[in-house]
């Protein structure tokens, strides 16, 4: 491709709501252009990495014995209902009609298309187990879009279905792809973990996510030091300290003017956070008011709660709300409420004469024991885990990390097929659920999550696998200098003809623009044909990785980017 022609433009400033690498990048080099919240255009270069990413995971789902097909964008509202799904996500799933008034939406994932076309195409256990894929389209309606291709609303994924006749078999096939997943990434170039993760609105009783350690990721991964437990912190178990052993005292009025936080509190009565008991208020999707007691030193978990109380759907109490259930925001506590679902951490449920909430403004009660002075609903653990923490499995200390999501895989069982209706008849003449596996990969997240791992301060660094192109040709003084175009055409013309693809700057533009956008662009190979380099015997090759560089005949330019051999060149 010669640069000239190339629909693209780099950009000398970084845009400026750009924070993550990637975002910067991206934008900068002419891969892709922002076209609303959430929504990117994937220019030409950005068209062709993506292709080799695909490609790349395609093969792997090749080789496990995936089948591809292509499923639909938009799928009726009726499917959705069916699965129960449809009642149960929020607003990230786009809902609309069409022009006969029936509903629609727009495709979130795939799993309901797959349990139909299982209940119309499968009758007999001889045709299963089966593995199909995809890549396509999904949109979901994010509310905080951010960092460029990390967290967007339209995007490609590519995910898989597994369609087994029981248990034994879809363990047989989670491993498959458990196993595909670690090749993918490691492929790509990235370093991913795998966590154990919260199977949320996909269902199932056991999902994994690849992670990526990014300080801009936002989900907090629990490690420990020693590699024995990896979970996402949304489910993370891990142990607590004991509290004291004290008999219960009378409990206490005090005056705390001032005191709304927990820290406050904490610094006015000369306590520590440990000795305090913390108030938060949720309205479930039900509508139910919920009031979670943790202790002061720790933080409520939004999705261990919401898997407690068996809600889809959580957002923040307004004071109103709380103070109809009879508890004062800043000062409230259970005690005396009415009209709302108590949970108590399991920790909190232990410790002895907390300081609680008197539902009074200005006030809190010293000596508060839960099932003493108030009931709880539910006593279960609900709290994060901290940093430091002992791990669960080894007692070593866990750490905390931010990670960005680039895969994840979900035993679904029999969550789809039976609501669906989709069984098989099996040896014993009995109809049975297909037992169902889902597995996903976001296509564009990987990609922004390479520029994240392979950049430095002057670009993007791409790896051998996923560049767009295998080199980048630069020509110095071509207009001045009639061999340097011809050596650069010959050379250029001879690559494509091999079947090698380079990127060819014939571009009438200064050296220090074509080499800037040359180490912005980041191709693993830069070949640079000058007056200089044609003097000193050749072509000068720079290692966009390391900025080794040095001289060659260009015949051995031209054998080297036509190497089999991955680290000299990339397959086209």
Known sequence: MRLSKLFFTTLRDDPAEAEMASHRLLVRA????????????????????????????????????????????????????????????????????????????????????????????????????????????????????????????????????????????????????????????????????????????????????????????????????????????????????????????????????????????????????????????????????????????????ETKLANAIKTTTLRPAQAEEIRAAGMEPGYASPIGAHDTTVVVDELAARSPNLVAGANREGFHLRNVNVGRDFTPDLVIDVVNAREGDPCPKCGRPVALRNGIEVGNIFKLGTDFSIPMGATYLGEDGKQHPIVMGSYGIGVGRNVACIVETHHDEKGIVWPDAVAPYAAHLVTVSPGREPRVAEEAEGLYQRLADAGVEVLYDDRDESPGVKFTDAELLGMPWIVTISPRSLTAGGAEVTRRATGERSVKPIPEVEAMLTSPTPEMAVAT
């Open 30 to 301: 002419g891969y892709v252009r922002q076209l609303g919240a959430g929504i990117y255009s994937l220019l030409p270069l950005g068209w062709r990495f993506t292709r080799r990413v695909e490609q790349i995971i395609r093969e792997e789902m090749d080789g496990i014995g995936c089948q591809e097909m292509s499923m639909p964008v938009v799928h009726p509202a009726d499917l959705w209902k069916e699965s129960g799904r449809y009642q149960k996500i929020g607003p990230e799933l786009l809902r609309f009609k069409d022009r006969t008034g029936r509903d629609m939406v727009l495709a979130f994932t795939h799993e309901e298309v797959v349990a139909g076309l299982l209940r119309e195409l499968v009758s007999s256990y001889r045709q299963l187990p089966m593995l199909v894929y995809h890549f396509q389209t999904k949109f979901r309606d994010e509310p905080r879009s951010r960092g460029g291709l990390i967290r967007v609303r339209e995007f490609v994924m590519k995910d898989s279905y597994s369609c087994d006749l029981g248990d034994a078999g879809l363990d047989h096939s989670y491993q498959l792809h458990y196993d595909a997943y670690k090749r993918i990434f490691e492929r790509l170039g990235l370093d991913a973990v795998v966590v154990g993760a919260d199977v949320g609105v996909m269902g199932g009783n056991l999902a994994h996510e690849f992670m990526v350690i990014n300080e801009h990721g936002e989900d907090t991964l629990v490690l420990c030091e020693r590699g024995d437990y990896a979970m996402n912190q949304q489910i993370a178990v891990v142990g607590k300290p004991d509290p004291p052993s004290e008999e219960p005292m009378p409990t206490e009025e005090v005056a705390t003017p001032g005191t709304a936080t927990i820290a406050d509190l904490a610094t006015f009565l000369g306590v520590g956070q440990d000795q305090t008991a913390k108030a938060a208020f949720f309205v479930a999707g039900d509508g139910r008011l919920v009031t979670v007691i943790v202790r002061g030193d720790f933080e409520v978990n």
